[in-house]
T-cell receptor
Framework: DAGVIQSPRHEVTEMGQEVTLRCKPI?????LFWYRQTMMRGLELLIY????????DSGMPEDRFSAKMPNASFSTLKIQPSEPRDSAVYFC??????????????FGQGTRLTVV | GNSVTQMEGPVTLSEEAFLTINCTYT??????LFWYVQYPGEGLQLLLK?????DKGSNKGFEATYRKETTSFHLEKGSVQVSDSAVYFC?????????FGTGTSLTVIP
C-alpha cells in the first residue's frame, strides 16, 4: 500500500478563498483523523471518523471548517472562508481497530497551507 | 480523562551521548503506547510501540518500556547520532482517538 496520501502538499491562497484538503487513507483502515500542527499550538486533533461517520468534531475551531468522508477511501477538510490564522500543516492519519486495541496511526505527508 | 505529558525541549546532545525523553500518561482503561518521530517537512512516523504493561518496544536502537505502576513510557537510546535529530512525540490510544504529547525537539551535534 502507498500509505496515507494527502493532496496538495502545499497550498497558498488568499484570505477569504475556499480551501479543500484531500486525504486517501490506507485501504482497510476504519479510522481517519485530521490534525493541525502549528508552532504555537502543536499537534491538534480536529475531527475523526469511524467507518466514514464523524465521531468527534469538538476540535474543529469554528464553523468555517468542515470535513466529510463520503466513502472509505476519501476524505476532505474544507475551510471557507480561509483566514491567515489558518496557516498551518494539516495532517491526515488512518488506523484500524483490532480486538484489544488500535494499530498505530499512519500519517500522511501533510498539506502546508499558507493563507495570505 | 486521557492525556500525555512529555519533557519539554529542546534537547541538545553530542553524538554518542545517552538519550532519555520522559513521558508519563493518564488514561482510562488499558492504553496502547507509542513513540513517533517527525523529521523536518515530513509527517509523523511510528518509532516503536507497546500494547500492554511491561512490554518493551524497540526500533533503530531506541527503547521504551510500558510501566503501568509509574504510568510512564520513557524513550531511551544508548548512543545518539546526528541523524536522530528530529521531534519525538509520545502518544496513547485507549480504543478511539490518539492522544499526543507536545513533542520534544532533539538536536544531535557532531
Amino acid at each position: 500500500d502507498a500509505g496515507v496520501i494527502q493532496s496538495p502538499r502545499h497550498e497558498v491562497t488568499e484570505m477569504g478563498q475556499e480551501v479543500t484538503l484531500r486525504c486517501k487513507p490506507i485501504s482497510g483502515h476504519d479510522y481517519l483523523f485530521w490534525y493541525r500542527q502549528t508552532m504555537m499550538r502543536g499537534l491538534e486533533l480536529l475531527i475523526y471518523f469511524n467507518n466514514n461517520v464523524p465521531i468527534d468534531d469538538s476540535g474543529m475551531p469554528e464553523d468555517r471548517f468542515s470535513a466529510k468522508m463520503p466513502n472509505a477511501s476519501f476524505s476532505t477538510l474544507k475551510i471557507q472562508p480561509s483566514e491567515p490564522r489558518d496557516s498551518a500543516v494539516y495532517f491526515c492519519a488512518s488506523s484500524f481497530y483490532l480486538y484489544g486495541g488500535h494499530t498505530e496511526a499512519f500519517f500522511g505527508q501533510g498539506t502546508r497551507l499558507t493563507v495570505v | 480523562g486521557n492525556s500525555v505529558t512529555q519533557m519539554e525541549g529542546p534537547v541538545t546532545l553530542s553524538e554518542e551521548a545517552f538519550l532519555t525523553i520522559n513521558c508519563t500518561y493518564t488514561a482510562t482503561g488499558y492504553p496502547s503506547l507509542f513513540w513517533y518521530v517527525q523529521y523536518p517537512g515530513e509527517g509523523l512516523q511510528l518509532l516503536l510501540k507497546a500494547t500492554k504493561a511491561d512490554d518493551k518496544g524497540s526500533n533503530k536502537g531506541f527503547e521504551a518500556t510500558y510501566r503501568k505502576e509509574t504510568t510512564s513510557f520513557h524513550l531511551e537510546k544508548g548512543s545518539v547520532q546526528v541523524s536522530d535529530s528530529a521531534v519525538y512525540f509520545c502518544a496513547l490510544n485507549t480504543g478511539n482517538q490518539f492522544y499526543f504529547g507536545t513533542g520534544t525537539s532533539l538536536t544531535v551535534i557532531p
